[in-house]
Each structure stands twice: as structure tokens, then as C-alpha cells.
């Protein structure tokens, strides 16, 4: 079965769309993305991505070129088109195709506009019971991360990093404290009993999937503490997890090879996983 895509306008099979390399988000990385997990076929948070969408658009200077019910009508029709049941859509959009290579953007240009899906396990991920490690490397990204850029380099390089350690994510630090993984929130249970994590702030991006665990885990008696922490507190907690869209909770069982707790997934992160899981199902 092909797989079909949508761009600007037109659903096609994914091998046939074209974007021009004169596309800003080709020349400049000049555009901003969305991924949202579709769990039985239907869309998971799917309100908090659009208005994380538009708020990243807003502060490009980007306008959406559809609306929200457009984009999830369209996101509906690629999940059936592709009988999607488990994965994710992918939205990108960019400032557009300019007839040359120039810095400043014309007003006028019309954005470009692209969505596809993705397949995958994301509730039988081995990764769910084995736990994943972690290795930390320096955050060198740009001082906007609450934009969801395009521009990816400084995490493709540190996923690099994780992956030569064998490692599953990146965490990434600055100032001796962590910020977020390469591609994920990050999380840690103290011995205290508290979920830390970091504060939204220019120095992060606003993870939903952060944002409904929030919900969850104070609807569960647990204590969700903002502030900033260290790689040092990280390897002395109990527990460590990561959430994001497409791996939901997953428990880290070791942070630079040190074990986090008894070198196994915790019951919280494992908790926090099957109620997300329930809440997300039962979400349609
Ligand atoms: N990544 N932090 C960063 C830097 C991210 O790239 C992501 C998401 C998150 C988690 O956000 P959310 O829970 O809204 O997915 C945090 C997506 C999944 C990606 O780039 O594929």
C-alpha cells in the first residue's frame, strides 16, 4: 500500500511529493513541526500540539494557512488513508519556496504546508519494560527551544552521541543543570517522593505529553516540583523517566552508565505510563 502524505493542498503517495530545495526550510531551517501520537487510530493530545503549533508559528511571524479543524480533518483522513493504527503525524511547516536564496522573506510568500505518518508499536515498545539508558552531553542548541524549530542540528548530534554510547536519548545540559532530552521531557522521582522537572521557559520546549503527566500524577497523590536540577541529583534519584509524544512514559533505568535506583524501571514511571495510556485511550 503506498503511504500517503499531504502537501500544500493535495494528498499524494509520500514518494511523490516534491519541495523545492530553493524551500526555506531547506536553505534556512526556517519552519516549525509537530508530532502527535495516534493511539486505535485516533489523535492523543491532539489540542495542546495545535496550540503549541500556533504558538510556535506566532513567534516565527508564521500564520497557519488552514485551521485547527482543517489540519485535524487532514490528519483524520492520512491516518485512514493509511490505516493508521498506531504512530504518529508528522506536521511541518515553513515559510516557503523563494525565487532565490535570500535572507529576508517576502510577506507574501506562501508557507509550505506538509503532514505524513508514521507506524509504530508505541504501546508494545520493548523499551517500555526493559527501561532505557541515558547518556548527558552539553546543550548547544539556540536560546529559543520553546519554538519547535526545524533547525535540529545540535540534537541530531547529541542523539548521535547516545547512540554511539548505545544509549536510547540524549540528556542535555547547561550550566550543570538539565534541561530536557534531545527529543523528549526529562523527569526525575526523588527519594523525597517528588516528580521534578524542569519549568517551561525559553530554555525548553513545553512537552504535552510533560504537561497531561502533570495531571495524572497529581491526580495520583504524587508531588510535581518545578525547578531546575543537576546531572548529581539525577544519579541520586529514584527514579528517572522521559515522556514525548512518541514513546509516551518511558522509564530510564541508567543516567552515564550509573543505575538509577535498582537499575530497573520504577513503579512510578511504570504507573504514570499505564495511566497515560488509559487517560490517552480514552480520550476520543
Ligand atoms: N519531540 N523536548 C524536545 C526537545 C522534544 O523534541 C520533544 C518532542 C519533547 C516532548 O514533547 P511532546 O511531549 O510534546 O512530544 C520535549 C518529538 C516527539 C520529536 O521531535 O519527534
Request: aromatic share 6%; hydrophobic share 45%.
Amino acid at each position: 500500500m503506498a503511504r500517503i502524505a499531504w502537501l500544500n493542498g493535495d494528498y499524494l503517495p509520500l514518494a511523490d511529493a516534491r519541495i523545492s530545495p530553493l524551500d526555506r526550510g531547506f536553505l534556512f531551517a526556517d519552519g516549525i513541526y509537530e508530532v502527535t501520537a495516534v493511539l486505535d487510530g485516533r489523535l492523543v493530545d491532539s489540542a495542546a500540539h495545535l496550540a503549541r503549533l500556533q504558538r510556535s508559528a506566532g513567534e516565527i511571524g508564521l500564520c497557519l494557512p488552514v485551521t485547527f479543524d482543517e489540519l485535524e480533518a487532514i490528519e483524520r483522513e492520512l491516518i485512514r488513508r493509511n490505516g493508521l493504527d498506531q504512530g504518529t503525524t508528522y506536521l511541518q511547516l515553513t515559510r516557503g519556496t523563494a525565487a532565490e536564496r535570500d535572507f529576508h522573506a517576502d510577506d507574501d510568500l506562501a508557507p509550505t504546508l506538509f503532514l505524513y505518518t508514521q507506524a509504530k508499536d508505541i504501546i508494545g515498545n520493548p523499551a517500555a519494560r526493559t527501561g532505557v539508558a541515558v547518556v548527558t552531553t552539553p546543550d548547544l542548541r539556540w536560546a529559543r527551544r520553546d519554538i519547535k524549530s526545524v533547525s535540529l542540528l545540535a540534537q541530531v548530534l547529541a542523539k548521535q552521541v547516545a547512540h554511539d554510547a548505545g544509549a536510547f536519548e540524549a540528556w542535555l545540559v547547561e550550566d550543570g543543570h538539565v534541561t530536557e532530552g534531545s527529543s523528549s521531557s526529562a523527569l526525575i522521582l526523588t527519594a523525597d517522593g517528588a516528580l521534578v522537572t524542569r519549568p517551561n521557559s525559553h530554555a525548553i520546549l513545553p512537552g504535552c505529553t510533560r504537561a497531561a503527566v502533570q495531571v495524572l500524577a497529581e491526580q495520583h497523590g504524587l508531588r510535581w516540583e518545578e525547578r531546575l536540577f543537576t546531572v548529581e541529583e539525577a544519579l541520586m534519584a529514584r527514579e528517572a523517566m522521559l515522556t514525548s509524544a512518541s514513546n509516551f512514559v518511558l522509564p530510564i533505568i541508567s543516567i552515564d552508565g550509573h543505575a538509577i535506583g535498582d537499575g530497573r524501571p520504577g513503579p512510578v514511571a511504570e504507573r504514570l505510563r499505564g495511566v497515560y495510556i488509559e487517560t490517552a485511550r480514552a480520550q476520543n
